[in-house]
């Protein structure tokens, strides 16, 4: 089956630690996506990345941070700087960056800080 | 620059009845209009899209949406409501030719009574 995977599904950090989350694909896509989602204020894009190797900063990246080292992964870590991470997080993918392709997304993780 | 507004967080209604879900955008370029669904503690599913064909689009589980250059539009509407459908919805914009991040609303949570 094709589709996103993330993992864990939920993730309990302590402060100061820092956390990695997993999203993989296997449809092929170029584009890939992290955002942040917290009750009431929608999905907030964390990072987003075009093509291996190159990704740009989305709106609240600051505490956060990824890689693209391969096509069909691309992970989140959750670094101490990042002062209220607890949070649901959604990975999604899309065929590229063109203004019409639709975003496939994860089943997300749940953070929470202890 | 490009923006998407829901004009409700939070939209009630009895099943079986009518469910209007409103979206309003700004783009300074053709957009292309996505909604998708989003059930508790789960990713999200696209619904339909427009991508300058026809300004009626129909999608999944009876909904359909008509974009209304106009009015700067694009509303969600099913003639009848199950207790299914009651999930988080989300509007989202998309610029071709402009910026081709998409830009999520802040999200209407339907609420289907019995």
Same mark, same amino acid.
């Given at each position: 089956d094709g589709g996103i995977t993330q993992s864990p599904k939920y993730l309990f950090r302590k402060e100061g630690q820092n956390v990695t989350l997993s999203c993989e694909q296997?449809? #092929?896509?170029?584009a890939m996506y992290w955002y942040r989602q917290d009750p009431g204020q929608g999905l907030r894009l964390i990072y987003y990345s075009q093509i291996v190797n190159d990704f740009q900063k989305g709106d609240i990246a600051e505490g956060y941070s990824v890689s693209?080292?391969?096509?069909e992964s691309f992970p989140l870590t959750v670094t101490?700087?990042?002062? #209220?991470?607890t949070a649901f997080y959604l990975c999604a993918s899309s065929p590229?960056?063109?203004?019409?392709d639709t975003q496939y997304f994860g089943p997300g993780t749940r953070l929470t800080v202890l | 620059a490009q923006s998407v507004t829901q004009l409700d967080s939070h939209v009630s209604v009895s099943e079986g009845t009518p469910v209007l879900l409103r979206c309003n955008y700004s783009s300074s370029y053709s957009p292309s209009l996505f909604w998708y669904v989003q059930h508790p503690n789960k990713g999200l599913q696209l619904l339909l899209k427009y991508?300058?064909?026809?300004t009626l689009v129909k999608g999944i589980n009876g909904f359909e949406a008509e974009f209304k250059k106009s009015e700067t539009s694009f509303h969600l509407t099913k003639p009848s409501a199950h207790m299914s459908d009651a999930a988080e919805y989300f509007c989202v914009v998309s610029g071709?030719?402009?910026?081709?991040i998409p830009t999520f609303g802040r999200g209407t949570s339907l609420i289907v009574h019995p």
């Open positions: 296997n449809l #092929n896509h170029d693209r080292e391969k096509k101490s700087a990042q002062k #209220n991470p590229g960056l063109a203004g019409g | 991508t300058s064909a026809a071709v030719g402009g910026s081709y």
